[in-house]
C-alpha cells in the first residue's frame, strides 16, 4: 500500500488549494501503480490491494473526493466493497472492470451503487476525465450540502416568521416561530392554506395583502394582532413576490420597538416638564425671598406690644417657608445635576414628607411609619432621596388600585459579606417601602430596574422610576433590594451608607443675624427689583453701605466709577449678562474683589473659581454668615 503524497513545502508563496484525494483499490500491485501514476499530479493519492483495510481506513477518518476500484477482487467485489463503503463516505464510486463482468457492473449503476465506470484496459485521458468530473461532483454536492444546511439553520432558528407559499397559498416550507404563532406542529402546516388556521376576518385580511403582494411585487405594512390573553403585539410584515406564484413572507415582532419608542416620547414630556419646573421653581424662589425678607424686615420693626400683628407676621413666615420647602422639591425634580451627600436624619426627612404625601397618594391609600427609635444618619442627598421615596410610594399607590396601604419604615442594618447583591459589607441605615398591592411576577420582577421598562400603560409611567431610584442609591454608596410575589405586595428596601454625625435640622425659628463687625459698602446686583430691594436691606440692617444695580452692565459702570465698593452681591440668572459672566468681568477689572453669587435654580453651571452660592430662599442670617466669611 502506497500512503497519501506529503504536502509541497512551503517557500513563501501562496499555498496551492488543498488538492482532492482519491482512494484506489485493486488486489493487483501493478495496477494500482498505473493508477498512481496517472492520477498524482491532480490528486492526493491512497492505495491498497484489499478492500477491507479500505473499509478500516474509511471508519478511521479517511475522507476521499473520490474512490476508484477493481470490481474483481478476491474477498469482496468491487460493487459489494463500494456499497459497504457507503457507511463511511460520501466519496463518488467509479468501478474498473473487465468485459466479463460488465453485467454485475451495469446492474450496480442502474441500482445507484456507483457514479460510473471504465473498461480494462483503460483509455488515460477517459478515465482521467472520468475521475475529474466525478471530483467535481463531489465538490459541489459538497458546497450544495453546505448551503442547504446554513439555509436550515437559518429557517430553524430564525425569530421572525418565515414562510414560503405555492400560487395557491399552500405553504411549501416555514419556519418554527411561523408554525407556533399558527398554533400547529410544524410537518403539520406544509401543504395547508394559513386560511385555515384563522378566524374569517383574518383570513379575508390576509388574502387581500397577499393578492397585494403578487399584484406589486412587494409590500409591507404593520399589523396588530392579539395573543391569547388579549395582549397587543405589533409585527412588521413583509411580502414579497418571487415569481410563479410563490410567495415569501417575513414577519417580525416590533411590540418591544413601539412600546419604546412610546417611552421614550414620554421621557422627553418628563424632561421637559423637568425644565419647566427648574423655572417655575426659580421664578418662585424670587419671590419667596422678596415674600420672606420683607416678612423678616417688618418683623423687625414691629413692637413687642402689638403681639397679634407679630403673629400674622409668623404664620405668614410659616407658610412662605412651606412654599421654600415645595419648590426644593420642583428643583430636585429637575436637578441633573452631580449628588450632594450630606448626613441626613431618615426620620426627620420622612416625617417631613407628610404634606406631600397626603396631597400625592390621594384618600384611598393608608400611610403607615414604623420609624426606628433612633436610626443614624444616612450619607444621601436629602433632595434625590426626597424624590425616590416619593416614586416609590407612586409606585406602590398604583399597584393597589382599589386602595390599600404603604408602611415606611427605617432601622440601622449591620451588613455582612454577600447579604445584599452589589453591597459591601458594612454599616447601613434601611429605609424600606411596603405595599398591600398586586405585586410582580418573577419574570416583571427581573426588569425592573431597566431603563423605561414598565408595566403602565402608556402615559402613565416612564419606566424610569425604579432604575432612577436604583441610581440614586448606587451612587450614594448603597444597595437596594426588591421581594415581590403575586397577590403579596412588594417591599423596595434602601441601604444607604451610615453618617458619622447628626444632620442638622431644616427650618426652625429665624434667628438674628449678628451685626457686621467692619461695615463695608456692598454692590447689590438683581434684576428683579423687589428681591434686590430685600437683599439690600439685609446688607443695611448688618451695618453695611448699599449700592444696588439692576443688571450687568450697570454693575460694572458702578464698579469701575465707585473703587469704595468692597464686596459685590449678585443674582445668578438675568439678562444679556449672567453673574457667571458678570464676575469674570469683575474679576478682570478687580481681582481681589470678593463675589456671592444667589440663585432660585438647582444647578450652576460655568462659574469662575472660588465663587461661593447662596441659595434663595435666603434668610439674614444665611446672608450675614456668607458675607462675613468672605470679607474674612
Known sequence: MSGMAAPPASGGRMAAPERAAILLVDDEPEILTALSDLLEEGFEVVS?????????????GLSPAVILSDQRMPGLTGDVFLERARAFSDAEALLLTGYAELDAVVGAVNRGRIAGYASKPWEPAALLAMVTAARDRHGLRRALETERALLRGLLDNLPDELSFKDEEGRFLRLNAAKAAALGAPLPACLGRREEEFLDPAAASRLARAERAALVEGAVSELEERHGPEGLAHWMQVSRVSLGGGVLVTIARDVTEARQMESRLRQADKMQ????????????FNNLLTAILGSLQLAERRVGEEEAGLRRLLRNATMAAERGSALTRRLLAFSRQNELALRAVSVNHLILGMGDLLARTLGGTV?????????????????GQLELALLNLCINARDAMPGGGTIT??????????????????GSYVRVSVADTGTGMPPEVLARVFEPFFTTKEVGKGTGLGLSMVYGLVRQSGGGMTIDSAPGEGTRVTLYLPAGEAEAAREGGEAQDAPSAQDPVRVLVVDDDATVREVTAGFLSELGHETVEAEDGQTALRVLESDPSVRLMVADFAMPRMTGAELSERARAMRPDLPILLVTGYAELAALAANIPVLHKPYRQAELAEQVAALLG
Do not use: N
Open 408 to 425: 415606611l419604615s427605617t432601622a440601622d442594618a449591620a451588613v455582612g459579606p454577600d447579604t445584599v447583591p452589589e453591597l459591601a459589607a
Open 272 to 283: 421637559a416638564l423637568g425644565t419647566m419646573a427648574g423655572g417655575v421653581a426659580h421664578d
Open 48 to 60: 491498497t490491494t484489499r478492500p477491507e483495510e479500505a473499509l478500516r481506513m474509511l471508519a478511521a
Open 366 to 382: 393608608v400611610v403607615r411609619r414604623e420609624l426606628g427609635a433612633r436610626p443614624g444618619t444616612a450619607m444621601v442627598d436629602p
